[in-house]
């Protein structure tokens, strides 16, 4: 079985060789092209199939949720999800709102892991520290 492929759009490029590493480990998942920017990643993704697209969500010029929106017009059955260290509910409902499928916490690895692997199957998911916060009524129930 081939892996599941996935672009990420991160300009942090210590956090994205961390996580390239971290995924490598993981038979099923492979990181097949990465984006610094908003712009070149939709350059990028007229030329690659992936199976989800991780979206840092500050990003330069073009954010990471703008990108999501954007993607999500354009290829409605794509999956995407962003990626954050902003532990702020409202972030993550409205990333589920533009079409995401999943808000993940950059420091804590496991759980992006969890997240991506939930993703691929279908389902939407929300990093455990936002879903268990008192604030996040409209995140609760979120796996």
Known sequence: MDPHSIFLVE???????????????????KIVAVAET?????????????DLVLIDFSLPDMTGLNLLERLHQEHPDLR????????????ARRALDVGGRGYLIK?????????????LRGEYFVSAELRNTGSSDALAGMA
């Open 11 to 29: 300009d942090h490029a210590g956090f994205a060789n961390a996580l390239n590493t971290m995924l490598s480990q993981n038979q099923t998942l």
């Open 38 to 50: 908003a712009e070149d990643a939709l350059e990028q993704l007229q030329e690659v199939k992936v």
């Open 80 to 91: 995407c999800a962003i990626l954050s260290g902003h532990l702020l509910p409202q972030h």
């Open 107 to 119: 420091d804590n690895p496991l759980e992006i892991l969890e997240g991506i692997q939930c993703i």
